[in-house]
């Protein structure tokens, strides 16, 4: 049974930091692509950063390539998203899904496997 759970969500200051896991299971985590999505209340879905299998290339939304950074474990099945620098406008559930695309990650409707979500809320 395939399962991606987030963890590592919740309340924090404006200029805070919080790290995310996506802990996978139950299928070849090596060979897939792991994408961050967030969502808004009220705002459509959105990519946040992705890493690939392979060779583990990441991609970032231009807004958060200098304060936000994924890396993937593929020991541990899980991967990670550091969130530095924390604005109000970060605040969203933010998502992890998994590809089995190789070598990249960005072609976003190839995301078949979801978790539920973390929440992440910024505020003072």
């Known amino acids: 049974q395939v399962q991606l759970v987030e963890s590592g969500g919740g309340l924090v200051q404006p200029g805070g930091s919080l790290r995310l896991s996506c802990a996978a299971s139950g299928f070849a985590f090596d060979f897939y692509a792991i994408a961050w999505f967030r969502q808004a209340p009220g705002k459509e879905r959105e990519g946040v950063s992705c890493i690939s299998s392979g060779d583990g290339t990441v991609y970032y939304a231009d807004s958060l390539k200098d304060r936000f950074t994924i890396s993937r474990d593929n020991a541990k099945n899980t991967v990670y998203l550091q969130m530095n620098s924390l604005k109000p406008e970060n605040t969203a559930v933010y998502y992890c899904?998994?590809?089995?695309?190789?070598?990249?990650?960005?072609?976003?409707?190839?995301?078949?496997?979801w978790g539920q979500g973390t929440q992440v809320t910024v505020s003072s």
């Open positions: 899904a998994a590809a089995a695309i190789w070598g990249t990650c960005t072609v976003l409707d190839r995301y078949d496997y």
